[in-house]
């Protein structure tokens, strides 16, 4: 019930008086069509009764009944299909705004929320519940309402025109399927959630199969994803036939019931004409309102278990509508004002839901216009200080400020326009190049978009492309190379012209030439804006304003390039221990260039 009074907002929307008017037309259509449809019998058993008598008649009458039974049946079939064209502006506007809502919340939510889930199990739960949302609405006002405004006429017919046995059979039919009906279905909710379960999995396995389909074939793991998703699919095989055999039995019992009350009324009205009380047009009356009965009966149960698994499947959907970000902005949360955009970490601490701190006590200010390096090794907390720096997670303890504004002051929304991101993984949309670019600012003119890309050094790769700006990435832009996807996304965060930039190892991916080549694309672009450089290369931050060294969640040494070399410290250790391996890079690759010169 609580499910089902979620959905009649969607039903009867707010401000919109003209789908307001034509749920009110569509019901009113459908009285009318179920009154056309109560005294179409009627006219069937004058006509039977004047064929019955044809000397008590003229020839004429039984024909304008006929006429009549047949012109009313049409009336019936257009205020039917009249009310089913005009609900659908309803339905797809209920499914429209719904679906808006969901994704919304979605995006609302925080990054922690979306790293604990699959987007596969997501999507397919998103696609069944806007499904049931469709069921639910066609099937409470179309069949479920329509069927008990038809039962409940028919029964007082039967009462008043014949025997209060007739309706007291109805009666008991009605209460006993009903009963059976939401019984059986309510014990088959949970072989439907159990099928609903294995299937976000089926759609988990498929869709990460997919997305890293460059991964599985380079591993050659096709084998591997087809065994996860039949064992996957051999569960949701198990789980549709109990489902699939718990509904052949709740119709078996449902048509056991109908047959007793057929039973019932049909030799009631045979005892009836027996003892003279009924004509043969009353008992082609009766007989043709058992007919009537049944089809609505028949749909209420079905109606009921559908709007029932429908109501399953929106579980789902509401409870993602439920969830709480874990990142909210304050009830007087204000935009960040404009400013230079220098950045201070207070001492801040950090832990990811009450775990095992990631950060101590990081400390440290980046002056407007500055370029402040963090380096350390893999798991020091380098990129969780740019994670905490776009507020994606909130700290534990000490607090974060740009231009002495405490983030937890200001709007998410405001905060992350101050800041641009170029991560190690450019994150590409299945569109074009200037599609892309433009994401950094959807209403850049293309003259700003080519000199974006000028900045970023990708324009000369663009403008020698056939479709130029229109050329197409790919699924994450692989159709890009790692160095192409990077100066696009340095483009996006330049178009997007924030004080604050933030490289989080945008170069660690690429080879030493490429990354040479960007790294000077990325001092291009973060000149005379703040600049937030987490690196795992040392020889991409020597020109620094300040470099801070961690290890396991501390800053351990904070200087210059020179400052901390001449400390001889971790900064120097780490230096020392690159350069030998770049020398030994470099030797190599010269070992291999001079076999494969006295090869050939």
């Not at 007087?332 to 230079?340: Q, S």
């Amino acid at each position: 019930m609580q499910t089902f009074l979620r959905i009649v907002p969607y039903l009867w929307p707010r401000n919109a008086p003209g789908l307001r008017l034509r749920v009110a037309a569509c019901l009113a259509l459908m009285v009318l069509a179920k009154l056309a449809s109560v005294a179409v019998p009627w006219l069937y058993k004058a006509t039977v009764d004047a064929l019955a008598h044809p000397g008590d008649a003229l020839v004429a009458i039984p024909i304008g009944l006929i006429v009549a039974y047949g012109l009313t049946r049409v009336i019936q079939q257009v205020f039917a299909q009249a009310q089913d064209a005009l609900f659908v502006r309803v339905l797809q506007r209920a499914v429209r705004v719904l679906s808006v809502e969901v994704f919304d919340k979605l995006c609302a939510l925080s990054l922690g929320f979306h790293l604990d889930r699959r987007v596969g199990a997501l999507a397919r739960a998103i696609k069944r519940g806007t499904d049931g949302l469709d069921v639910i609405l066609r099937l409470a006002l179309f069949r479920t309402g329509p069927a008990i405004l038809e039962l409940v006429i028919v029964t007082i017919i039967l009462w008043v025109a014949f025997d209060w046995r007739f309706a007291a059979i109805v009666f008991v039919t009605i209460g006993g399927y009903v009963a059976f009906t939401f019984g059986v279905t309510e014990w088959r909710l949970k072989f439907r959630r159990a099928m609903n379960a294995r299937d976000g999995v089926v759609a988990a396995l498929t869709t990460d199969a997919l997305v890293n389909i460059e991964t599985v074939k380079a591993f050659g793991n096709e084998a591997l994803e087809s065994r996860r998703l039949d064992a996957a699919l051999a569960e949701l095989e198990d789980a549709a036939v109990l489902s699939k055999g718990s509904l052949a039995i709740t119709n078996a019992g449902q048509a056991a019931i109908i047959s007793a009350g057929l039973i019932g009324l049909m030799s009631l009205a045979a005892r009836g004409i027996v003892d003279g009380t009924m004509t043969v047009g009353d008992f082609v009356l009766v007989n043709t309102y058992l007919l009537q009965l049944y089809m609505p009966l028949n749909l209420l149960g079905l109606a009921y278990q559908q709007m029932r698994q429908g109501m399953a499947d929106m579980e789902a959907l509401f409870g993602l509508l439920d969830e709480t970000p874990a990142v909210a902005d304050a009830a007087d949360a204000i935009p960040l004002p404009p400013g230079p955009g220098e950045i201070a970490f207070r001492h801040v601490d950090f832990s990811y839901g009450g775990g095992k701190p990631l950060l101590h006590d990081v400390d440290f200010t980046v002056a407007a216009g500055t370029k402040t390096a963090i380096v350390g090794a893999s798991g020091s907390g380098k990129s969780t200080v740019a994670r905490l720096l776009l507020r994606f997670y909130d700290a534990s303890a000490g607090a974060i400020e740009i231009d002495g504004h405490d983030l937890r002051a200001i709007t998410q929304a405001s905060l992350r326009r101050a800041v641009g991101l170029v991560p190690q993984d450019a994150a590409l949309f299945n569109d074009s190049i200037g599609a892309n670019i433009a994401y950094g600012r959807a209403d850049a003119t293309p003259e700003e978009i080519d000199a974006a890309a000028k900045v970023a050094r990708i324009r000369h790769f663009v403008v020698h492309q056939p479709n130029k700006y229109d050329t197409i990435v790919g699924e994450r832009g692989l159709k890009l190379s790692g160095g192409e996807r990077q100066r696009v996304a340095i483009a996006r965060a330049v178009l997007k012209n924030p004080p604050i930039l933030i490289f989080d190892e945008a170069t660690s991916s690429l080879d030493t030439a490429t990354e040479a080549d960007i790294q000077q694309t990325l001092d291009h672009a973060s000149q005379n804006r703040t600049t937030l450089v987490i690196a795992h290369r040392l020889s991409t931050v020597v020109d620094a304003d300040q470099i801070l060294v961690m290890a396991k969640g501390r800053i351990v040494e904070r200087g210059t390039h020179a400052e901390l070399l001449a400390a001889s410290g971790r900064y120097a250790e780490l230096w020392a221990a690159q350069q030998r391996a770049e020398v030994l890079e470099t030797e190599l690759r010269a070992t291999r260039a001079a076999e494969r010169n006295g090869i050939l």
